[in-house]
C-alpha cells in the first residue's frame, strides 16, 4: 500500500514539472520568434504611415489607423525603384538561366561520361570549393574594368554563372540515377544530350529545382559585386538601390518612403519563400551557407 | 515479479487525413505472466504486439485498463521507476561510447541514496558482461562489434540495473540465421539463470515456440490465444492461429460434415461424432498426412521435394484453397516421383475443423474413418 | 573511346572557362598583385617587388581598427549564435504543436535582402533630432538612458551589430540544428528513459555527442562566416565605415580596391590575403580540437 502511494506522489511531481517545461519551452519559443517578427511588422508599419504623422511621433505608436499607400507611390516616383526591380529580375533570371545550363552539363559529365582524368578534375573542383570569394574579387573587379564591362549585365552577370558547389549537389543526384537506365538508352541509340535532356533532368527535377531557388535568393540578395562593378543607378540592383536611397534618395528624414522601398525589396523573396518552403529549407539544410 | 495485464486497451488519434477514425492498437488485452517465465508476444507486424511491450514498459500509457506488477499497480508510472530493462530492436547502444560505459550509464543515472559505490558500478558491470560474455569486448565502441555482440551487450544494459521485468523488442531479427539460432539459445539459458520475468515480441512463431514457456498469439490488437508453445501448437483455438504456427504450414482444404464424418472432394476422410451437418474447413498438419494406397485423399502428384530426414510430397487437390497441398513424410517411405496420383490417409490428432465463416475451431472428436 | 573522351571535355568546357577565368586566374593574381608594390591602376605599371604592400596594411590603423572589429564580432557572435540556436532547437524539437509555424517564422530572417532589413534594424536602434527610437523608449521606459546605437559609442555600435548579426545567422543554425536533433534515432532516448536519465545527463551525455559533429560544423562555417561579414555592416552604418569605425577586414579590402579611398588592388590583395591567412589558421585549430573532442 505504501508503495503504491508513493508512486502517485512521483506521477503527480512529474506532470507538473513537464507543465513547467512545456510552459518555459513556448515561452522562449514565442520570444524569439517575435524578436524575428517584429522588424518585419515595423517595417510594414512604418510605410503605411504618412510621412507628416511619422515624424509627429516622438514615441512611435504601434499601430495606425489611417494607413496611406503615399510612401509606395512616392518610393516609385521619386527613386528609380522599379528600374532597380526590373534590373535584379533580369539579374537573378539570366544568372540563374545561365548558372543552370553550364552545372548541369558539367554534373552530366562527371556523373556519367568516362574520360580520362576525371576522378582527378573532380577533386581539382571540389578543392575550389575552399577559395573565398573575397579573394578572388579584386582580380575579378580589374579584368571587368580592362574589359570595359563595368556598368553592363554582362561583367555583373559572368562571374557568377559557376557554382562548384552546385555541381556537386546536382553530380550527386545525377549519380542516384540507376546507371542501367544510361546503358538501356545507350542500347537504343539514344544520343547523350537527348539522355540528358529527356531523363536525367525530368528525373532530377525536384534537385533542379532546389538549386535554381537558391540561386534566386543569392542574386536577388548580391551586393558587394554590383556595388563594385556598378556606379550608374541605371545598372543598380536592390540592394545597391537600397543603399543608395539610404544615402541620397528621399533625404534620411523620410523614413516611411524608405520602408516602403524595403517592403517592396523584401516582399518577392518572402512570397517566394512562402511558396517553396519545404524546397528551401531542405535544399538549404543541405549545404547552403548565406554569403 | 508477476506481471497482471487487465482490460488493456490502446488507442492511437487517427493520423490519416481522411480518416480521423483512432486507431486502436490493442483491445481488451488480459493476461498474467507468472513469475519468472519467459513469455512471447507472437503475430503479424501491426499486430499491437509491440505497443504492448511499450505498455508495459511505460513508453507509452494505456488508453483504458490496468498494469500490475506483483502487488503494484504501474498503469501510469513512467518507465524509469517500474524497474523495467528494455532491449531496442536495433539495440539503441550509444555510438559514442565503449561498451563498459554503456553497460555502466543506467547505473550512473541513479541518484541519492540509491547510487551505488564505483566498486560496487564496477562490480556489476562485469557480472552482467560475463553472464552475456562479452568481457573481452569493454573496451571497444558498438560499431565495432559484430551484431550478436552489440545484441549482447544491449541485454547485459538492460540486466545491469538488475531490473524486476525484462522486454525485448524483436531480439534476433537484426542478425542472420545461423547467430539467430545460436543467440536465442542464449537468452534463453541466461533467463533461466537469472530468473527474471521477460516478456518478448517478435514476429518469427518458430522462435517463439522454441524458447518460451507461453505464448500470447495476437492479431489485429486483440488475443487469439495463450498457452505453452506445444499446447497451442496442437490445439488452435482458430484459423488464424493455426495457420500461424508452424512451418510449412497447415494445409487448408474445404469440406463439410455429413453423418458425423468429415467429406473432402466427395470422400468420407475422418469420423467426427456429434458434429452436426454443416460447411467446414479442415486444416492439416503438413505432418499429419500417412501415405496409403487406399487412402481416402486421392490428389493429383505435382513433385516430390527431397529434403534428408523427410520429404515433401506437393499434389494438388480440388478441396485445397489456396495452392497445393504439402505433406511431409519419412524419407524411409517408398514414393514415386513419377506417379501421377497418391493417395493419403490423415491422422485424427492433426487435423482440425474450423467453422467456414467465422474461422472459429469447432471441437470435435476426430477418429479415422474405418 | 576517343571520341567520347573530346565529348566530355565539350560538356565540361563551359563551366571550365567560367572556373579558369574567374576563379583560378584571380586565385593566381591576387597573390601576384599582393608582392607588386607601387602599383598604378591607370597605367597598369609597378614599381618593384617585395613585402611592402603587407606592410603597409599591417600600419594603417583603418586596418587594425578592422581587425579588431572583426575578432570581437566573432568572438561575440559565433558562440552565442550557436548557443541560442542549439537552445531554440531544443525547443523545437520537444514541441508538437505549432512547430511548423514556429520553424517557417525562425527561418524567415534567411530569405529576406540583408541591406533591406539592415535599414529597418538602424531605424529601430537609431537616435535622431525626431526620435530616440524604439529600442531607446524601452530602454529609457526600464530606467536606462537613451543611447544612440547608431552613430553613438563604440559598445553600442557593436551590439546593434552582434545582435543583427544573430539575428541573420540564426535561422540557418536553427535549420541545421533541428535537422541534427531529427535525425537522433529516437530509440536512444527511449532507452535513456527506461534507464531513469535524468534530462540533464540526456542532454549532455547522449544529446551533445550525437549532434557535435553538426555543431562543429555551424561553428567552423560560423567562424567563416562572422570573418567575412561586411554587407550586414553596410546595412547598419553605411558605406564610409571607416569614418564609422566599423570597418571588418572585408570592409577594408572592398575600401581599398574601390570607393572612397580606393584605387590601390595591391594593398587590397595583401588584406585579402591576410584575412584568407587569419580564417585558415582558426579552422585550422578548430579542426585539431574537434579531432579530440567531437565524436564521428
Known amino acids: 500500500m505504501e508503495t503504491k502511494m508513493d508512486y502517485e506522489k512521483l506521477e503527480k511531481s512529474e506532470r507538473t514539472a513537464e507543465r513547467f517545461r512545456k510552459f518555459f519551452t513556448y515561452l522562449l519559443l514565442t520570444f524569439w520568434a517575435l524578436i524575428v517578427l517584429f522588424p518585419f511588422y515595423w517595417m ?18 504601434f499601430f495606425t489607423l489611417s494607413p496611406t499607400g503615399e510612401n509606395y507611390r512616392e518610393a516609385f516616383t521619386s527613386v528609380p525603384l522599379l528600374g532597380y526591380l526590373g534590373n535584379t529580375v533580369f539579374f537573378a533570371l539570366a544568372t540563374t538561366a545561365l548558372m543552370m545550363a553550364v552545372i548541369t552539363l558539367s554534373a552530366f559529365a562527371f556523373a556519367r561520361l568516362r574520360f580520362r582524368g576525371r576522378n582527378l578534375l573532380f577533386t581539382l573542383f571540389l578543392s575550389l570549393m575552399m577559395i573565398p570569394n573575397e579573394l578572388v574579387v579584386i582580380t575579378n573587379f580589374v579584368t571587368i574594368t580592362n574589359l570595359d564591362l563595368r556598368n553592363t549585365f554582362t561583367g555583373l552577370i559572368l562571374p557568377s554563372v559557376t557554382s562548384v558547389f552546385y555541381i556537386y549537389l546536382l553530380k550527386e543526384n545525377f549519380e542516384q ?16 544530350l537527348k539522355y540528358l535532356c529527356r531523363v536525367l533532368i525530368p528525373i532530377c527535377r525536384p534537385t533542379l529545382v532546389t538549386i535554381l531557388i537558391l540561386k534566386i535568393i543569392e542574386c536577388w540578395n548580391s551586393y558587394v559585386w554590383p556595388r563594385l562593378i556598378t556606379d550608374d543607378p541605371n545598372y543598380y540592383l536592390v540592394s545597391n538601390g537600397i543603399q543608395e536611397i539610404r544615402e541620397n534618395g528621399f533625404g534620411r528624414e523620410n523614413v516611411p518612403a524608405m520602408m516602403a522601398a524595403v517592403v517592396v525589396i523584401s516582399v518577392p523573396l518572402i512570397v517566394l519563400f512562402l511558396a517553396f518552403r519545404k524546397k528551401i529549407m531542405e535544399g538549404v539544410s543541405r549545404g547552403g551557407t548565406k554569403g | 515479479m508477476k506481471i497482471v495485464l487487465r482490460n488493456l486497451t490502446k488507442t492511437f488519434p487517427g493520423r490519416k487525413k481522411k480518416s480521423r477514425e483512432d486507431v486502436t492498437a490493442v483491445k481488451d488485452f488480459n493476461f498474467e505472466i507468472p513469475d519468472g517465465e519467459l513469455v512471447g508476444l507472437l503475430g503479424p507486424s501491426g499486430c499491437g504486439k509491440s505497443t504492448t511491450l511499450n505498455l508495459i514498459c511505460g513508453l507509452e500509457n494505456p488508453t483504458q485498463g490496468q498494469i500490475f506488477f506483483g502487488e503494484d499497480e504501474v498503469t501510469n508510472l513512467a518507465p524509469e521507476h517500474r524497474g523495467v530493462g528494455m532491449v531496442f530492436q536495433n539495440y539503441a547502444l550509444y555510438p559514442h561510447l565503449t561498451v563498459k560505459q554503456n553497460i555502466l550509464f543506467p547505473l550512473q543515472n541513479r541518484k541519492g541514496k540509491d547510487r551505488l559505490s564505483k566498486e560496487e558500478m564496477e562490480k556489476r558491470m562485469k557480472e552482467a558482461a560475463r553472464l552475456v560474455q562479452i568481457d573481452a569486448l569493454l573496451d571497444r565502441k558498438p560499431g565495432e562489434l559484430s551484431g550478436g555482440q552489440q545484441q549482447r551487450v544491449a541485454i547485459a544494459r538492460a540486466l545491469v540495473k538488475m531490473p524486476r521485468v525484462l522486454l525485448l523488442d524483436e531480439p534476433l531479427s537484426n542478425l542472420d540465421a545461423r547467430l539467430r539460432l545460436q543467440t536465442r539459445e542464449e537468452i534463453r539459458k541466461i533467463q533461466r539463470a537469472t530468473g527474471i520475468t521477460t516478456v518478448f515480441v ?33 490445439d488452435p483455438a482458430n484459423l488464424f492461429v493455426a495457420k500461424f504456427l508452424g512451418t510449412p504450414p497447415i494445409n487448408v482444404l474445404e469440406g463439410y460434415v455429413k453423418d458425423e464424418k468429415v467429406w473432402l472432394a466427395g470422400r468420407p476422410v475422418l469420423s467426427a461424432r456429434g458434429i452436426p451437418a454443416q460447411e467446414v474447413l479442415v486444416g492439416i498438419r503438413p505432418e499429419g ?3 496409403r494406397e487406399d487412402g481416402p485423399l486421392a490428389c493429383r502428384m505435382e513433385r516430390v521435394e527431397v529434403m534428408g530426414r523427410d520429404i515433401s510430397i506437393v499434389a494438388s487437390q480440388e478441396a485445397c484453397r489456396e495452392g497445393g497441398i504439402r505433406a511431409i513424410i519419412s524419407a524411409e517411405s517408398a514414393v514415386d516421383p513419377h506417379a501421377s496420383s497418391v493417395r493419403f490417409a490423415v491422422k485424427p490428432a492433426k487435423a482440425f475443423l474450423f467453422e467456414k465463416d467465422s474461422q472459429e475451431r469447432i471441437r470435435a472428436r476426430l477418429q479415422t474413418e474405418e | 573511346m576517343k571520341k567520347r573522351n573530346w565529348k566530355a571535355w565539350l560538356y565540361l568546357l563551359p563551366s571550365l572557362l567560367f572556373l579558369g577565368a574567374f576563379l583560378v586566374y584571380p586565385l593566381i593574381d591576387v597573390f601576384v598583385y599582393s608582392f607588386e608594390e607601387g602599383y598604378n591602376f591607370a597605367s597598369q605599371t609597378y614599381s618593384g617587388t617585395g613585402l611592402y604592400n603587407y606592410s603597409y596594411v599591417l600600419h594603417d590603423t583603418y586596418f587594425l581598427q578592422a581587425v579588431k572589429n572583426t ?19 531544443l525547443g523545437l524539437s520537444s514541441i ?22 539592415g535599414l529597418v534594424f538602424m531605424i529601430l536602434f537609431q537616435k535622431t533630432e525626431y526620435t530616440d527610437g524604439l529600442v531607446n523608449l524601452l530602454i529609457c521606459s526600464l530606467g536606462g538612458s537613451a543611447v544612440d546605437f547608431i552613430d553613438g559609442p563604440y559598445w553600442a555600435k557593436m551590439f546593434v551589430l552582434c545582435f543583427y548579426t544573430v539575428w541573420v545567422v540564426l535561422p540557418f543554425k536553427i535549420l541545421i540544428l533541428t535537422s541534427a536533433l531529427a535525425s537522433v534515432n529516437p530509440d536512444y532516448y527511449k532507452a535513456a528513459r527506461v534507464d531513469g536519465t535524468s534530462r540533464r545527463r540526456t542532454f549532455f551525455r547522449i544529446t551533445l555527442p550525437m549532434i557535435s559533429p553538426m555543431i562543429f560544423y555551424l561553428v567552423i562555417t560560423g567562424f567563416i562566416g562572422a570573418f567575412k561579414a561586411y554587407s550586414d555592416v553596410v546595412a547598419l552604418f553605411g558605406t564610409d565605415l571607416n569614418t564609422a569605425g566599423m570597418n571588418t577586414i572585408v570592409g577594408y579590402v572592398y575600401d581599398m580596391l574601390y570607393g572612397d579611398g580606393g584605387g590601390y588592388p595591391s594593398y587590397a590583395s595583401a588584406a585579402a590575403i591576410l584575412l584568407f591567412a587569419i580564417v585558415l589558421t582558426i579552422t585550422c585549430i578548430n579542426l585539431l580540437v574537434s579531432r579530440k573532442k567531437v565524436h564521428s
Open chain 1, 177 to 192: 540515377v540507376p546507371e542501367e537506365l544510361y546503358r538501356a538508352a545507350k542500347v537504343d541509340g539514344t544520343s547523350d
Open chain 2, 289 to 291: 498426412f500417412l501415405l
Open chain 1, 44 to 61: 510594414v508599419l512604418t510605410s503605411v504611415k504618412s510621412y507628416a504623422s511619422y515624424n509627429a511621433e516622438y514615441v512611435p505608436s
Open chain 3, 71 to 89: 575578432f570581437l564580432l566573432v568572438m561575440i557572435t559565433v558562440p552565442v549564435s550557436t548557443g541560442l540556436a542549439l537552445l531554440i532547437s
Open chain 2, 202 to 234: 517478435t514476429h518469427d512463431q518458430e522462435e517463439a515456440m522454441s524458447i518460451s514457456d507461453r505464448i500470447v498469439v495476437m492479431k489485429e490488437g486483440v488475443i487469439q490465444q495463450t498457452g505453452r508453445p506445444q499446447e497451442v501448437y496442437d
Open chain 3, 96 to 117: 508538437k504543436p505549432l512547430r511548423e509555424l514556429y520553424q517557417t517564422i525562425y527561418f524567415l530572417p534567411y530569405v529576406t535582402n540583408t541591406l533591406a532589413v
